[in-house]
């Protein structure tokens, strides 16, 4: 699936959102961050994630997803919980919701605004399931879909945005 070009020359920008930004959206925030970092693109490719509700606003990431992040070598602890704003269209490259209604709430589908696991190659178009009231179990299978979400990101990253964004040295 090809991404939407970059809305300024050198940067690209994607926002994770799902409802309450403690669980499954910082989750892959911090996957996809990683994934950037490691194929070379952190200094073109910024990601950041918020939540459609309030409630959580300046709490940390809930404690199951930090463990379930730890345990996969993975550092959760910077994350503070935001709100989405309507502003979020216009600042970012693309949109990545978790599921249906979080797409919904933040005004639907468009080419820079789509579900997470249009991404998945094993599941495409398919909703990341919300942890918050299952188990441990929950966590990690959201983990799994957030890594192959975010390795399907990154390539196409890496295979689009040579073309799209100035050559750096490295290149």
């Known amino acids: 699936m090809s991404l939407p070009q970059p809305r300024e020359a050198g940067r690209y920008r994607i926002g994770v959102v799902c409802l309450g930004n403690i669980c499954r959206s910082p989750m892959a925030h911090v996957v ?12 073109e490719v910024t990601v950041t994630s918020s ?5 959580h606003v300046g709490d940390p990431m809930d404690p199951r997803a930090a463990a379930t992040l730890a345990a996969a070598g993975h550092d959760g602890s910077r994350h503070r919980a935001r709100q989405f704003a309507t502003s979020w ?19 639907g589908g468009t080419d820079r605004v789509r579900l997470l696991r249009s991404f998945d190659p094993e599941e495409p178009g398919a ?8 188990g441990d179990r929950g966590f990690q299978e959201v ?3 957030v890594e192959r979400c975010s390795e399907a990101i990154v390539s196409e990253l890496a295979t689009s945005l040579p073309t ?3 050559s750096s040295p490295d290149r």
């Open 164 to 166: 799209s964004l100035p």
């Open 51 to 55: 939540g459609t509700g309030g409630w």
């Open 143 to 145: 983990l799994a879909m």
């Open 127 to 134: 909703d990341v399931p919300d942890p918050y009231y299952g």
């Open 89 to 107: 269209h216009d600042e970012h490259d693309l949109l990545l919701a978790m599921d249906a209604a979080n797409l919904a709430d933040i005004g």
């Open 32 to 43: 996809l961050e990683a994934r950037v970092a490691a194929a070379g693109l952190a200094d």
